[in-house]
């Protein structure tokens, strides 16, 4: 802006060198016209210095050569010996003459005048653009140093986390072994107890050593389950097609022992391959089909019922929505939905949320054994396929999980 101000400033002080050029030019362009007489036309001639003074001064200069050049247009011609029959034919001539002139001049000078504007548009946006550039250099250098915080941020992060799985790996080293030989003791000299010394001892005694044996067992289910909890975040998932209602069969043969003296219906519908880990698909299935099996117990018959849904919008919209487990259960509605249903004793859907944390139990321990871990260790596996998990029931009607992978 500074530039072009000067460049109009250098204009304007020279106007008087064009005027004077101009005049200068429409002399000699009379004087040739004079000269080459009225046979040869020079009128063409007459615009050149016509358009120099307007497109290097100013309109106003423009219209004092087109005046001039009319003038001296008529009197070369007057004095070249051009005869009219009328002196108005003349002055019309040069009226006319004029007229062209002046209107090449305002046909010029509003070129010009557009052309000043274009250039002063040209010159705003060129600085806009500029401040623009600036201020996106602005903005990606803070991105660059955010980045460079919030990548320093994280390693510090990722440090502070792997020293911290550092110290659960060392804990669960403890349990498993400084924890187990107590265990171990306390069981087995309770058994020698019991085994040798059993007359000896009042049956309060006895019944107390049964407690004593039968919480370390259960202590050592415990930490067994909180190994198995804490590997999982540390096992690799090696994905691959994987047949679930192989892994069913299999598990019900595992789980053949829970089975036996009760009359147990077990209807496997048709399950769809999926991309899973065998070995933690598999563990979901038995800690669910554990459950079940275990949560049947006081029925007379028993009916557990495995089966995937592929098109549940409307079945499964009310059950997964009283939590945030629904986000898993409709995000992909093509995708296999696999469920294990029950007969059993069910539970209070208020209490749900409670279903997958560490310890949590919705029924009396003495009535159902377990841990309250294996639908905790369910969930993480599912969580590591991307998956979901959860459930719907009715106390004293059953209840279904159902997941995702």
Sequence with gaps: MKLRAHHVSLGRHSD?????????????????????GPEVSFSIFYLFPVSLAVWLSARWAGILISLA????????????????????????????????FLIVTYILSA???LKEHLEERVEERTAALGAEIAERKRVEEEIRRLNEELEQRVGERTAE?????????AFSYSISHDLRAPLRAIGGFSRIVLEEFAPHLPEQAQRYLDMVRGNAQQMGHLIDDL?????????????????PGDLVKRALEDLRAEQEGRHVDIIIGDLPV????????KQVWMNLLSNALKFTRRREVAVIE??????SHSSLQIATSQSDRSRSAISHPKSPIYFVRDNGVGFEMQYANKLFEVFQRLHNAEEYEGTGVGLAIAQRILHRHGGRIWAEAEVDRGATFYFTL
């Excluded at 999926?274 to 698909?281: E, H, K, N, W, Y």
């Design 16 to 36: 008087s060198f064009w005027i004077v050029f101009g005049f200068v030019l429409v002399l000699l362009v009379g004087g040739i016209d004079y000269l080459t």
């Design 69 to 100: 050049s009319a003038t001296t247009w008529l009197v070369a011609d007057l004095v070249a010996g051009a005869t009219y029959s009328s002196p108005v034919i003349a002055l019309w001539n040069a009226a006319v003459r004029l007229g062209f």
């Design 111 to 113: 070129l010009k005048e």
């Design 161 to 169: 986390l792997e020293a911290i799985n550092k110290e659960l790996e």
């Design 227 to 243: 190994l198995s909890f804490s590997r999982l975040s540390r096992q690799p998932v090696h994905r691959q097609p994987v047949a």
């Design 274 to 281: 999926c991309l899973a880990d065998p070995s933690l698909l």
């Design 306 to 311: 495995i089966g995937c849904l592929t098109d």
